[in-house]
């Protein structure tokens, strides 16, 4: 699948990777962006190149209504969904800082929410004769860290998501893709981490993996991670306990 001239909607534009996907994507191709916030746009190809929709994806019923909107602009259909806005909540369960209500806000970003479009918009992504749905995953949701418990357990979820409905959809014209990235230079990882790669290269891979119709790809450090947790899991999990990512 080319990107040029299909309707994409994509969530998290506001910033970091959903940024970078939106300026990269927005030239040739119509982008509705879901996330709280407008994206900020430099110069778009054509005025309608970018449509945003303020969306809480923790709420369902803001979610549902993006998904009606959605279907009111494209009565045709879309081409793509890109599931790419993800939070995560640093604090143990041990921490004197933890907040409970923090869990159900991270499931419901990192997982709920995808599902729920990946749901609502099925049928609109059958209308066209080639589509697909990204997940945007996470090295941690192969092996997690103790810092994020709830995240990682959310890239997990992402993952038998998207591999189920691969199957389920097997059939059909949509394909499931997602790709697993390692710690990437973004707002969400400001002063974590270090060896960080750039948020703009990893929205081109996946530009790239999109069009190559790779079903899964592991970016960065990710692909020694797998291959160590293939061959020694208990060695992968000290890695990242000492702060791999």
Do not use: W
């Not at 400001?190 to 948020?199: F, H, L, N, Q, V």
């Amino acid at each position: 699948m080319k990107l040029e001239n299909k309707t994409i909607v994509l969530t998290g534009g506001r910033s970091g990777i959903g940024s970078d996907l939106l300026s990269q994507l927005i030239g040739q191709n119509t982008i509705i962006n879901l996330s709280r916030n407008a994206p900020a746009i430099a110069a778009p190809a054509r005025k309608d190149s970018c449509r945003h929709i303020s969306t809480d994806l923790a709420d369902a019923a803001s979610v549902a209504g993006a998904i009606s909107k959605i279907k009111e602009l494209c009565p045709d259909g879309i081409d793509g969904l890109i599931n790419c806005a993800a939070v995560q909540f640093l604090p143990q369960f041990v921490a004197d800082d933890f907040e409970h209500n923090s869990i159900a806000k991270e499931i419901a970003v990192n997982f709920t929410s995808p599902a729920e479009l990946i749901s609502g918009l099925l049928d609109s992504m059958l209308k066209r004769p080639e589509a697909f749905v990204f997940n945007v995953n996470s090295g941690l949701g192969i092996v997690p860290k103790h810092e994020s418990a709830i995240y990682c357990a959310s890239k997990a979820a992402l993952d038998n998501l998207t591999r189920g409905l691969r199957a389920q959809l097997a059939h059909t014209s949509v394909r499931m893709q997602q790709a697993f990235l390692p710690l990437v230079d973004t707002p969400m990882t400001t002063g974590r981490g270090s060896g960080k790669i750039s948020s703009a290269s990893v929205a081109g891979q996946i530009i790239r993996q999109i069009e190559s119709g790779t079903l899964d790809l592991d970016i960065g450090k990710v692909k020694m991670l797998r291959s160590i947790n293939r061959i020694s899991p208990a060695l992968a999990h000290r890695i990242m306990q000492k702060g791999g990512s």
